[in-house]
């Protein structure tokens, strides 16, 4: 921490941390190249599941899916 106010942190990765770069990189491009197929997904579900009950208040749509 700096002696700064408002107080400043820096965080940095472990090396075990770092080692998840290529993996989250890889989901972030598979992301990037189906996105157009995700929000078709996602409509798609959404015009089934209208009229469905809907999620109690303050929980997530995806936590109520669960």
Same mark, same amino acid.
């Given at each position: 921490? +700096? /002696?700064? =106010? ?6 940095? #990765?472990? /090396?075990?941390?770092?080692?998840? +770069?290529?993996? !989250?990189?890889? #989901? ?5 190249? +189906?996105?157009?197929? !995700?929000? %078709? *997904?996602?409509?798609?579900?959404? *015009? ?6 809907? /999620? %109690?208040?303050? =929980?997530?749509?995806?936590? %109520?899916?669960?």
């Amino acid at each position: 921490m +700096h /002696p700064v =106010v408002p107080p400043r942190v820096e965080y940095e #990765l472990t /090396p075990l941390g770092a080692t998840l +770069h290529t993996t !989250i990189r890889s #989901l972030v491009t598979w992301t990037e190249q +189906h996105q157009n197929e !995700i929000a %078709a *997904a996602r409509a798609d579900y959404d *015009a089934r599941t209208t009229g469905e009950e809907q /999620p %109690a208040a303050g =929980v997530a749509a995806t936590d %109520a899916a669960r």
